[in-house]
């Protein structure tokens, strides 16, 4: 079954969203990190316990490999989609008054949702939201 949200309920999912994403984030960078020290290594010409220092690396790198695709299958499982891995863009099935539309939250954007797409036009520019505002 596919959720939709409706904006607040978007917003909302967003906190988790975030926690999610940092988790993803640290990976990703430590990661970035690992690989950057393993191409250090095999270009180095000192064969003296290169090869278990490889081996620990690859299982690091494994390691956060594996997180990343978790913190994927979190964001799945709570009916959202990993747009693009970096920078870390989430799709989030929506309902608006004027019908389904995809909200669209990107690393470093916060807690809350301010783009968006219509339904078929997820590979367009993100656009602003057009939220109206309550006159007092």
């Keep these: 079954m596919k959720r939709t949200y409706s904006l607040p309920e978007a917003n909302e999912a967003i906190k988790l969203v975030s926690v999610i994403a ?11 990190t690992l690989d950057r020290r393993r191409r250090q290594l095999e270009a180095a010409s000192t064969p003296e316990g290169l090869r278990n220092e490889l081996a620990e690396l690859d299982a690091r790198i494994w390691e956060q ?14 009916g959202l989609s990993v747009f693009r891995a970096n920078p870390l863009t989430i799709h989030i ?16 954007e916060g807690e809350s949702v301010c783009f968006g797409h219509p339904v078929g036009e997820e590979r367009e520019q993100r656009r602003p939201l057009k939220v109206k505002t309550r006159e007092a």
């Design 93 to 108: 099935p929506g309902a608006s008054k004027n019908g389904p539309v995809v909200f669209c939250w990107q690393e470093g």
């Design 22 to 32: 940092n988790e993803w984030l640290e990976r990703r960078d430590l990661r970035r």
């Design 65 to 78: 490999d594996e997180g990343i695709a978790a913190c994927r299958q979190e964001l799945e499982d709570l």
